[in-house]
T-cell receptor
Framework: SAVISQKPSRDICQRGTSLTIQCQVD?????MFWYRQQPGQSLTLIAT?????????ESGFVIDKFPISRPNLTFSTLTVSNMSPEDSSIYLC???????????FGPGTRLTVT | GQQVMQIPQYQHVQEGEDFTTYCNSS?????IQWYKQRPGGHPVFLIQ?????EVKKQKRLTFQFGEAKKNSSLHITATQTTDVGTYFC???????????FGGGTRLMVKP
């Protein structure tokens, strides 16, 4: 299995500010993804982080709000910009390996916006 | 777009009882994956099913993939308190590399 680390593990931020979440994966990973999970809910894919190019965003998510970088194969960042209380959630990074793209998740970042 | 529905949403069982969660996709899948998320934790990959009609077992857990590759189930025999958590199915179709997660089934086990 792949090892995924993520930081910060949690943060409390003020409305209107931005937070950058970092994700580090081991070298087995070929693809990286960012998800959002509201407490007690399922996972919603924000975007696929593409190495050296713009991320591929899912419907409802835009680059201006959630800029993503992936400068190399094993590292990615997600920024939550101009935060509002509605952005309070758990943000999860995942890495996929293998032909079937089974995913391995980081421990998550619990974000609270006040 | 592809939708993956999962039932039930919640299940309370007495320790020792069996448990089953069902997953249905609106489209044919190339594979289906199952994940377990413990309270306060992150999803952990359990298994992947690829072939039509495939059945796989992991100790007390039995996973099935339907003949039409649009549905799947996870059955736990004789639940234990360590089985507590939310079980998610996730379907992958032939187009693209993303997974679509079901809503999850939250399992609670009374000792």
């Amino acid at each position: 299995s792949a090892v995924i680390s993520q930081k910060p593990s949690r943060d409390i931020c003020q409305r209107g500010t931005s937070l950058t979440i970092q994700c580090q994966v081991d070298s087995q990973v070929t693809m990286m993804f960012w998800y959002r999970q509201q407490p007690g809910q399922s996972l919603t894919l924000i975007a696929t982080a593409n190495q050296g190019s713009e991320a591929t965003y899912e419907s409802g998510f835009v680059i201006d709000k959630f800029p993503i970088s992936r400068p190399n194969l094993t590292f990615s960042t997600l920024t939550v910009s101009n935060m509002s209380p509605e952005d309070s959630s758990i943000y999860l990074c995942s890495g996929a390996t293998g032909v079937g793209f089974q995913q391995y998740f980081g421990p998550g970042t619990r974000l609270t916006v006040t | 777009g592809q939708q993956v529905m999962q039932i039930p949403q919640y299940q309370h069982v007495q320790e020792g009882e069996d448990f089953t969660t069902y997953c249905n996709s609106s489209t044919t899948l190339s594979n289906i994956q199952w994940y377990k998320q413990r309270p306060g934790g992150h999803p952990v990959f359990l298994i992947q099913l690829v072939k039509s009609g495939e059945v796989k077992k992991q100790k007390r857990l039995t996973f099935q993939f339907g003949e039409a590759k649009k549905n799947s189930s996870l059955h736990i025999t004789a639940t234990q308190t360590t089985d507590v958590g939310t079980y998610f199915c996730a379907g992958k179709n032939n187009a693209g590399n993303m997974l679509t997660f079901g809503g999850g089934t939250r399992l609670m086990v009374k000792p």
